[in-house]
Nanobody, 119 residues
Framework: QVQLVESGGGLVQAGGSLRLSCVAS????????MGWYRQAPGKQRELVAA???????NYVDSVKGRFTISRDNAKNTVYLEMNSLTPEDTADYYC?????????????WGQGTQVTVSS
């Protein structure tokens, strides 16, 4: 079994910054893609950013230039650096990792961390 634990959420004023972290633990042979999703009240969950095992990244258009995703493979950790935050970034942020424990990959989700941006 694999567990993902997020941290770093909170309340911040518009224009501020936050750094989210997600640590994966458990039976891990390899982690493929690691990503961050978010879900605002009344909206569908959307992919914010993802990073492959090779370091390739992709971002939703609304965060390009403001958010940066990175990973530390030795620590099984993925980060999301969020700058120039706006109230539209307010949401619950979830970590998602594609983990290979034995042979096949499986997607795991964290419990979520709340980000609130005040105007």
């Amino acid at each position: 079994q694999v567990q993902l634990v997020e941290s770093g959420g909170g309340l911040v004023q518009a224009g501020g910054s936050l750094r989210l972290s997600c640590v994966a633990s458990g039976k891990i042979r390899r982690i493929n893609t690691m990503g961050w999703y978010r879900q605002a009240p009344g909206k569908q969950r959307e992919l914010v950013a993802a990073i492959t095992s090779g370091g390739s990244t992709n971002y939703v258009d609304s965060v390009k230039g403001r958010f940066t995703i990175s990973r530390d493979n030795a620590k099984n950790t993925v980060y999301l650096e969020m700058n120039s935050l706006t109230p539209e970034d307010t949401a619950d942020y979830y970590c998602n990792c594609e983990v290979v424990s034995t042979l096949l990959p499986y997607n795991y989700w964290g419990q979520g961390t709340q980000v609130t941006v005040s105007s």
